[in-house]
């Protein structure tokens, strides 16, 4: 104790100007957007990096569950890209495909699933095309939407977040839309609410995303009814839903990379102005 007391009277001056240095970067950082945005991305790669090692390691005692999980989902795949072959004519051709998505594989590095806000992280980032507010999708449905990127990871706002919403509607009725969010602790399910009084909504109904969006595809598979919960007030009601996604056992994603999105914002925003 005595050493490192007369190592401090003898370095105080040293030590006091390093603890001054690290404070000036940390109120310059929390202050500055340019310097903020900065420290989010290089943290967002350490982290980053330091997770995808660990999921390495676990990734080796799994290979036999991932390889199967690949082999299921290039069959489901295969089915969903409508393939008719024309024997007379000697090619194939795909129909029924949406050409103005790009879907962009990647790994998740991490998630949570018991918190207020919950994240995922993936292995892919800006050097990879993908960009904030992308959707996120499984081979089960709708996962998120991207919210911060670095040149090789992205964070996204899960479904499991206090405010995320997500345009929906029932598959069996195409003209009622409502909106999809977690009002729950449990990651298995979420809340349904604004569903007119008249709709007959049964167990096991299926919800997906509505055309009211560039974020997501139209129906795409976000959950089934559970319960119907009617309003107080005799106006709209609510449902609870079991999520098509286990967000806890998330393994792959795919990013969905609207090949239009630029044009679409331009418009928005041109729309914005004309409005003020």
Not at 150 to 158: E, F, G, I, L, N
Request: a neutral charge.
């Amino acid at each position: 104790m005595y050493n490192l007391l007369r190592f401090i009277h003898k370095h105080h001056f040293v030590i006091l100007f390093l603890v001054l240095e690290v404070l000036c970067v940390v109120m310059l950082t929390m202050t500055q957007n340019y310097h903020r945005q900065k420290r989010i991305n290089t943290t967002n790669d350490i982290v980053g990096r330091i997770y995808e090692t660990g999921t390495h390691v676990g990734d080796y005692f799994r290979l036999g569950k991932i390889n199967r999980e690949l082999a299921e989902e290039n069959a489901l795949l295969r089915r969903q890209l409508a393939v008719v072959t024309d024997t007379t004519q000697g090619y194939q051709q795909v129909i029924n495909v949406d050409t103005i998505y790009n879907f962009i594989p990647a790994r998740v590095v991490n998630s949570t699933v018991n918190r207020p806000n919950n994240y995922i992280m993936i292995d892919k980032g800006r050097a990879d095309g993908i960009e904030k507010d992308m959707g996120v999708i499984s081979t089960d449905g709708i996962v998120g939407i991207v919210t911060d990127v670095s040149p090789h990871y992205a964070s996204v706002m899960s479904l499991l977040h206090s405010f995320s919403n997500i345009s929906v509607r029932l598959k069996n009725n195409d003209e009622q839309l409502a909106t999809l969010r977690w009002e729950t602790t449990n990651y298995r399910y979420g809340t349904v609410d604004g569903i007119p009084t008249h709709l007959r909504l049964h167990e096991g109904d299926t919800v997906v995303t509505s055309s009211y969006s560039y974020i997501f595809p139209e129906n795409l598979m976000a959950g089934t009814v559970m319960e119907l919960i009617p309003s107080p007030s005799g106006t709209l009601n609510k449902a609870k839903i079991k999520y098509s996604t286990d967000f806890a056992s998330l393994k792959t994603v795919y990013v969905i990379q609207h090949t239009n999105k630029a044009e679409l914002d331009t418009l928005y925003q041109h729309q914005n102005q004309q409005e003020l």
